[in-house]
């Protein structure tokens, strides 16, 4: 049994839309973090997005104004909007929940704080 369940990656060409979803657990969605990763091969985990249990969402400076994190309560699915994609933009995706407090900055995304994860959504931009 799955407790984060991500969809919605593929193909599109720069300045292109993806949305990805993230299916989460009901015991795990009220989480006090929820958050977006990525990776690429041959490098560490990267923080791309968070949202904490009051709303506040912070962003990685490279995708600041063009990605939206955001809830659907009635579906207990977290959400990833990714505009105007770059090749820069593909990697891994995964979601993630942490239990605890959350991170006070963008700077303290640390996906070692995190014990619940995704399987992972590729996305790949490419002309």
């Known amino acids: 049994h799955e407790q984060l369940a991500e969809s919605g990656g593929g193909s599109v060409q720069p300045g292109g839309s993806l949305r990805l979803s993230c299916v989460v657990s009901v015991n795990l969605y009220e989480s006090h973090c929820l958050a977006w990763f990525r990776q690429v091969p041959g490098k560490e985990r990267e923080g791309v997005a968070v949202r904490d249990s009051d709303g506040i969402t912070r962003y990685a400076d490279a995708v600041k104004g063009r990605f939206t994190i955001s809830k659907d309560n009635a579906k207990n699915t977290l959400y990833l909007q990714m505009n105007s994609l770059k090749p820069e933009d593909s990697a891994m995706y995964y979601c993630?929940?942490?239990?605890?407090?959350?991170?006070?900055?963008?700077?303290?995304?640390?996906?070692?704080?995190?014990?619940?994860w995704g399987q992972g959504t590729l996305v790949t931009v490419s002309p």
């Open positions: 993630a929940a942490h239990v605890g407090a959350c991170v006070p900055s963008i700077e303290a995304l640390d996906a070692a704080l995190f014990g619940y």
